[in-house]
């Protein structure tokens, strides 16, 4: 390399080197030059008719944020000023009342630098005792309590709409204000209190004012819980009142107000966090008189969101028939559908279900359910294949002969009920011509029963058992599938959906469902069983249940085998 060449690649890296310990030292100088030094809250000083909250500067800093809160964490006060300065608002404190006030420094970058202390303020002014009644009902002088020691240097203010109609000094604790000032007033009247010049407290009274009736919550009941969602309240009362609404709490702390109509108010999801205990304070007020407003509370635990219910099908997928029209569904009301045809994530690519799909080929679907305010359903994928095959069904009805049932009606125990339902189930199957096994000795037990399922490779595994509750009260069906991505989900929706159909006592609480096993039963798991599911047909130990089924026993055995023929596309929907 000649000497020239070396001269020039040593006067590049001496260049490099430079600039960037020029760039190193600029950027150095502007940190220190925006970097905000410690600093310190000093105290709260009184001057003329003002208080002031005093602290050290922070170098580099632009401005101050002050933030006031109360012992229960509640804001009271915000306020961004330039100054080390700030005057302290009147915040209409009672005597002894403890306040604390945050103050931090911002740079030009925004940065943000906490003082070292956090200054707890303590206000040692008299005030108005909260033992006070703020109505002046009769004619007689208006007495005020107060906490704290008066002097001379306290005097009284009355105020009717920013007018002063009355002033007095003070010089002990319980202050009379003869009728006669007040008389001429109708509605809020404010008193306040000032040291000197400054004002340290004040109270509305009412003279003849409106008056709201009581407000009573009647759609919820404290202690109680409910899923994260919208909540809706409901009240009656409050006559008189022109406005209503909600406050919300956690503990003391208030959370944000909803306003409302005159019989209920509806507060979004939006202001819950999951798993919380919360306390909804309804209020009437009549114009802006919040001293004498009605209110009522209750405690309601907000729990975690819902996940919105899986997506089923009303056919088959590994056999169906060419041209056949596939519907998509979920129990959960007002929730959307999405799907893909190609594979890919319903989630990101999905298209928004609005009618029927037409199987024309095979084909993936892919599909979930989502509603407002709840989770999304997991993603079920449906592998719809065109073709036929001999329909296979294992049944396996229980054979617990221990579990009694309600004897007066006739209903004996769960083993042989649930055996004389899988007759009927078995004989419509075979003469429909599906291949039928089932767990004929009952001695042979659970796990013989799975092995033999799968050894005869059968597309259903179906248990059928019959129910019992704890004090003996419960109604309704329920099916059991493993999770809600299961194999066995679309027919178990088909089987109670008809079986429900034809149940005679309808309601919230029969209305069970579908229900996810989650390996707590080995005959709807599918490292036993290739498409398992277990129905609960009623409740034994319930006297209406117990009757119904005994009564009704050919009916909700061919109930049953219809809809696995029709899922199956055996026979016709409501052959």
């Known amino acids: 390399m000649q000497k020239s060449q070396k001269k020039i690649i040593i006067y590049i890296l001496l260049t490099a080197i430079f600039l960037c310990l020029s760039l190193f030292l ?20 009184e001057e003329n008719d003002k208080q002031y909250i005093i602290f050290e500067k922070s170098k580099n800093a632009e401005e101050y944020k002050i933030v006031i809160v109360d012992a229960d964490e509640n804001i009271l006060y915000t306020v961004v000023v330039k100054d080390n300065k700030c005057i302290l608002p009147n915040l209409d404190l009672n005597y002894k009342e403890q306040i604390y006030i945050k103050v931090s420094a911002v740079n030009k970058k925004g940065d943000i630098k906490d003082a070292k202390n956090l200054l707890s303020y303590e206000h040692n002014y008299a005030s108005f005792s909260r033992d006070n009644s703020y109505y002046i009902v009769d ?17 009284l203010k009355l105020f009717y709409q920013d007018e002063i109609i009355h002033s007095q000094n003070l010089n002990e604790n319980n202050i009379s204000i003869e009728h006669d000032v007040i008389e001429p007033y109708i509605g809020k009247i404010t008193a306040k209190l000032y040291h000197k010049e400054l004002l340290v407290n004040a109270i509305n009274l009412y003279h003849d004012a409106t008056i709201v009736s009581d407000i009573r919550i009647t759609n919820l009941e404290s202690n109680t819980s409910t899923t994260w969602n919208d909540l809706e309240i409901k009240y009656e009362g409050g006559n008189n009142a022109t406005s209503y609404g909600v406050n919300i709490f956690i503990g003391k702390k208030f959370i944000g107000y909803v306003e409302g109509n005159k019989d209920r108010t509806v ?12 306390t909804f304070e309804v209020v009437a007020m009549y114009e802006d008189y919040k001293e004498i407003a009605k209110k009522n509370h209750v405690n309601i635990f907000i729990s975690e969101k819902l ?9 088959n997928p590994e056999t ?26 319903p989630k990101t690519y999905g298209k928004l279900y609005s009618s029927a799909i037409k ?50 009606v006739g209903y004996t125990n769960e083993q042989e009920m649930m055996n004389k339902v899988a007759d009927i189930v078995q004989k419509r199957l075979m003469e429909a011509g599906v291949s039928v096994y089932r767990n004929t000795n009952l001695r042979d037990g659970m796990m013989l029963w799975m092995e033999k399922s799968r050894a005869v490779g059968a597309d259903l595994h179906f248990a059928i058992h019959s129910n019992g509750s704890t004090k003996h009260d419960t109604k309704g069906i329920e099916i059991y599938v493993h999770e809600p991505t299961s194999k066995a989900l679309s027919i178990a929706n088909a089987l109670y959906d008809n079986l429900y159909s034809i149940y005679p006592y309808q309601s919230q609480e029969t209305n069970r469902g579908v229900k996810f096993a989650r390996g707590a ?25 117990a009757k119904w089924m005994v009564q009704n026993l050919e009916k909700i055995g061919n109930n049953l085998a219809n809809s696995i023929l029709e899922f199956y596309q055996i026979i016709e929907v409501g052959e």
């Open 26 to 45: 600029v950027g150095f100088i502007n940190y220190k030059k925006l970097k905000l030094s410690e600093f310190l809250v000093y105290e709260v000083i």
């Open 139 to 155: 004619a007689k002088p208006k007495t005020l309590l107060m906490d704290g020691n008066l002097n001379n240097n306290y005097y």
């Open 267 to 278: 507060i979004p999801a939006s202001m819950f966090k999951e798993n919380t205990n919360y």
């Open 307 to 315: 996940m919105t219910d899986p997506v089923f099908v009303n056919y």
């Open 320 to 345: 169906i028939k060419k041209d056949t029209l596939v519907t998509l569904n979920t129990k959960t009301e007002n929730a959307q559908i999405y799907y893909t045809t190609d594979g890919s994530d």
């Open 359 to 408: 199987i024309d080929k095979d084909m993936v679907i892919k599909a979930l359910a989502v509603r407002q305010n709840y989770l999304d359903s997991e993603v079920n994928t449906y592998n719809f294949q065109i073709r036929t095959k001999n329909l296979v069904i294992y049944l396996s009805p229980s054979n617990q002969y221990g579990n009694m049932g309600v004897r007066s």
């Open 521 to 545: 039963l080995g005959e709807v798991n599918p490292v036993n069983v290739k498409v398992g599911t277990l129905i609960e047909i009623a409740y034994h130990d319930d006297f209406d249940d």
